[in-house]
């Protein structure tokens, strides 16, 4: 089996060639490693290897997982990437760097009232439900720049930018659509004055998808730390 080191320069490869089909430099993407469902010794190997950060999507076993590497929080980034209730914002304000997950003004609100003073306001993307899937949180397209504008006055967090994930498709084109979709609004809000820098889109299987269409930060974990077992034996009480 491939070591979490040879996955991540893989990965780096594969964002170094989409970032070259399009002229891109390198540097313009940014790589999330999604550790959710590893433990913290994956996420040591993957330091050790030369990543920084690190992507969680439950917030008691990112908690954990902070907590067992405390030694090293000063040198990691720690990014929520899953679905945030309003009772675990406090906890979420206080141990995170980033919260790509927003997508109600009141969570952006509670956030920012309890983002402790010590620390640098905590870095939002609003999520969007950019393929329009019933069944997927995020904010529906129309509802997105009157939420931007409302979270960018908000003074203990930063508006960074959108976040999505688009339904899983095989086909190169059609996963570039819902990308360029989101990018179309990112540039929307720009236009409309909002300083946002941040596209989180791509994860595993679409990551060259959202390199061409513009991505800043790809989320990606199987790639780097292999399979998991299914959602669900992970989100038991
Ligand atoms: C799990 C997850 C990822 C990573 O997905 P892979 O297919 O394993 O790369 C990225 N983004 C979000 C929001 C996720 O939940």
Redesign the pocket.
């Known amino acids: 089996m491939a070591s979490i080191l040879q996955n991540l320069q893989q990965v780096q490869q594969r964002i170094a060639n989409a970032c070259a089909v399009v002229q891109r430099p390198v540097q313009t993407v940014t790589l999330l490693a999604?550790s959710?469902t590893f433990d913290a010794d994956a996420v040591r190997e993957a330091f050790a290897a030369g990543q920084r950060r690190f992507?969680e999507?439950y917030v008691q076993e990112a908690l954990e997982k902070i907590s067992a590497l405390a030694d090293l929080r000063s040198q990691l980034e720690w990014h929520l990437?899953?679905p945030l209730q309003s009772n675990k914002t406090r906890v979420v304000a206080e141990a995170f760097d980033w919260v790509?997950?927003v997508d109600r003004l009141k969570v952006a609100q509670r956030l920012s009232d309890q983002r402790p003073a010590h620390l640098p306001p905590l870095q939002l993307c609003l999520q969007v439900n950019i393929s329009g899937e019933a069944s997927k949180s995020g904010l529906a397209p129309a509802e997105v720049a009157e939420v931007a504008h409302a979270v960018a006055a908000l003074p203990r967090v930063q508006l960074r930018g959108l976040m999505a994930?688009p339904e899983p498709t095989a086909d190169f084109d059609a996963q570039r659509a819902p990308h360029r979709a989101l990018c179309e609004l990112l540039a929307r809000l720009q236009r409309d004055g909002l300083a946002l820098d941040t596209l989180s889109m791509g994860?595993?299987?679409d990551l060259e998808a959202a390199v061409a269409e513009g991505a800043t930060l790809v989320?990606?974990?199987?790639?780097i730390f292999g399979g998991?077992p299914p959602a669900a034996a992970f989100n038991a009480p």
């Open positions: 999604v959710k992507g999507n990437i899953g790509h997950s994930i994860m595993s299987a989320r990606v974990g199987t790639a998991r």
